[in-house]
């Protein structure tokens, strides 16, 4: 039973240091830039807002991980989504539903092949990713070398449509009570995070996933078909990229080359810093939010503040990557002096 504990605690104590290392970055912004509005809830939900597609990429992302596998494709699937979603919509004249559907059944069918060649043919996950990193890119340069900007009624009413929160109103200079307000897209991103969740924790296909990471040759002793596992999560993540690139393009209505470079680091930056484990086995699609959620905090820092470059949201993100990083490396370390 003690053992049991102790387990459950070195599971859950990087989680607990990500909430707590975000509550006090977030107090810390209302305390130096409280004159600026920082501690206004729009602001908090602006975190939200403006990460929604990289929230459910980290859900995502999270769960290979937990595999026992990775994905470094998935900055270059989202700028593939945004491609074609604008490239239908503006030059094929398709509709913004029936675009959202193939770029969903693509994103299936990219995490099939994926699948396929990490679980079938044990090939590494990186080189897998890596060569699917470079076909979404090269794929998006070939549909359009130009910026591809969407004017679609459909998806810009989606994109432009508020949903105001009838709550902690803020009564401006004119007297007049300005609510705070979410887009859609947050809706959808706490759904799927809420799913993965519930996925993860309390399903068999769950539960398989963590011991497969955790494990595989004790996964195989169990019975698990680890190979079946392994091409479900991949076509799992396909069909999250797909969805999470939808999001991002509602953000950004528009479809280039170079759009999310560099995402598929920020989403395993995120699921790390939320207490996910590289070796696979240990996670919490909760702590990935939280991950994501410490990234726009620092921008919002950078922000508000005025004079700073932007790329020190990278260098404050790669010191607390590396902080976490080693916390796992001596938990892990720990844990073989106790055995």
């Known amino acids: 039973m003690r053992n049991k504990i ?38 908090f939900l602006n975190l939200f807002i403006s990460n929604a597609g990289l929230i459910v990429i980290a859900t995502s992302m999270t769960m290979v991980i937990i595999s026992g596998g990775i994905d470094i494709s998935v900055g270059s699937f989202v700028a593939l989504t945004c491609m074609m979603l604008a490239y239908m919509m503006e030059k094929g004249k398709m509709s913004a539903i029936s675009s959202i559907v193939i770029v969903i059944i693509v994103g299936l069918a990219f995490g099939f092949v994926q699948g396929v060649l990490i679980a079938y043919l044990n090939i590494q996950p990186f080189i897998v990713t890596l060569a699917g990193m470079f076909f979404a890119r090269g794929m998006t340069a070939i549909i359009s070398q130009e910026m591809i900007s969407i004017k679609n009624e459909a998806f810009l009413s989606w994109a432009n449509n508020k949903i105001t929160i009838p709550i902690f109103g803020i009564v401006n200079k004119k007297g007049a009570t300005i609510y705070p307000y979410i887009y859609p897209t947050v809706i959808v991103a706490m759904v799927i995070l809420v799913l ?52 991002f393009c509602l953000n950004t209505c528009a479809g280039f080359v170079e759009q999310a470079k560099g995402f598929e680091m920020e989403a ?27 990234k726009g905090t620092i921008e919002a820092f950078v922000s508000f503040q005025g004079t700073l470059s932007s790329w020190w949201t ?23 002096g106790q055995k």
Do not use: W
């Open 6 to 43: 102790k387990n459950i605690e070195n599971k859950t104590f990087l989680l607990y240091m990500t909430v707590v290392l975000f509550i006090v970055m977030y107090v810390i912004g209302i305390v130096m830039f409280h004159d600026k509005g920082f501690q206004k809830p729009q602001v």
């Open 196 to 247: 993965m969740f519930v996925l993860l924790r309390y399903t068999k296909f769950g539960r398989s996933i963590y011991a497969v990471g955790g494990n595989e040759q004790s996964a195989l002793l169990l019975g698990l078909n680890v190979k079946k596992i392994k091409l479900q999560v991949y076509i799992l993540n396909g069909i999250l990229c797909s969805i999470g690139g939808f999001l």
């Open 268 to 294: 395993i930056a995120g699921s790390v810093i939320g207490g996910t484990l590289l070796t696979g086995g240990v996670g919490n699609v909760f702590g990935s939010l939280f991950g994501v959620l410490i």
């Open 314 to 336: 990278k260098i404050i993100i790669a010191v607390i990557l590396a902080f976490f990083i080693i916390l796992q490396s001596i938990l892990a370390m720990s844990k073989r």
